[in-house]
């Protein structure tokens, strides 16, 4: 039997633009085939836990994530199922109560730092993709990002990016480079990926 749904992986350090990327496909391919799923979804529930103590996770750190719940996941939608899909708040560094039900469309892009760090995950992928943007960028990046939406001051994310984020980006991240399919340059505005990213994705819908 044809394999109706194909995960595609979108990874790469944070604020390299795996989110600019993914959205700008959704828009510009404007099919109802296509849908996106964030890796951050997964982040494990804190509700056990003080607002200070949350402050304190390793977010970078592979173990901060439901990886377990998110294969689950990936393979439902490969069997053609729908899946409640976990809704996070940076802002209280928090699970939501409600979830958001993702249908099992033709091609399902899937965005986050993690992907290809483990075999677990990035098997289940059937394209992988990793935004190689430099980390100065990406910081420049992520701070102007998360004080003006992910509800941060300068102090905190500088702070974050020094203890864990580029040490995990260094230990994690860096290495699973290797394992993607194509790696792309420039972050999410790369005009000739997008449209090649199109491309292909429009030839699997059609090929459906
Ligand atoms: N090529 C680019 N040029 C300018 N800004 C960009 C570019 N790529 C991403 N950005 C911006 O950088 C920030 C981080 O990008 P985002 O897509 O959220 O990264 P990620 O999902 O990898 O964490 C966003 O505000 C985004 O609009
Ligand atoms: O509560 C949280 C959860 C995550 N983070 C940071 O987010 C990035 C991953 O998301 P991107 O969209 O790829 O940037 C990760 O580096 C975590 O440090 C957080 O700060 N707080």
């Known amino acids: 039997m044809a394999q109706n749904t194909i995960l595609v992986g979108i990874a790469g350090a944070s604020a390299s633009g ?4 993914a959205q700008t496909l959704i828009k510009e391919l404007q099919s109802e085939q296509v849908c ?13 836990l003080t607002m200070e103590e949350r402050t304190k996770t390793n977010y970078d750190h592979p173990d901060s994530l439901d990886h377990e719940l ?21 802002s209280i560094h928090n699970r939501r109560s409600e979830t958001r039900a993702v249908k099992p469309t033709r091609v399902v892009l899937i965005e986050g730092i993690l992907l290809l ?32 939406s992910r509800g941060r001051d300068m102090d905190s994310v500088l702070k974050q990016y020094q203890e864990t984020v580029r040490p995990m980006f260094m230990q994690f991240i860096e290495p699973s480079r290797q394992y993607a399919d194509l790696i792309i340059p420039h972050g999410g505005r790369n005009r ?3 449209d090649l990213i199109k491309t292909k994705i429009r030839s699997l819908i059609e090929k459906h």
Do not use: W
């Open 18 to 21: 795996k989110s600019l990327l």
């Open 36 to 48: 996106v799923i964030s890796e951050d979804s997964y982040y494990k529930d804190q509700s056990h």
């Open 70 to 90: 998110m294969i689950k996941h990936m393979q439902e939608l490969k069997l053609g199922t729908t899946v409640p899909v976990p809704v996070y708040d940076y």
């Open 117 to 148: 760090a483990s075999p677990a995950v990035r098997n289940e992928f059937d394209l992988k993709f990793y935004m190689d943007t430099p980390l100065d960028i990406c910081l420049l990046r992520r701070l102007q990002r998360d004080i003006i």
């Open 192 to 194: 000739i990926a997008i």
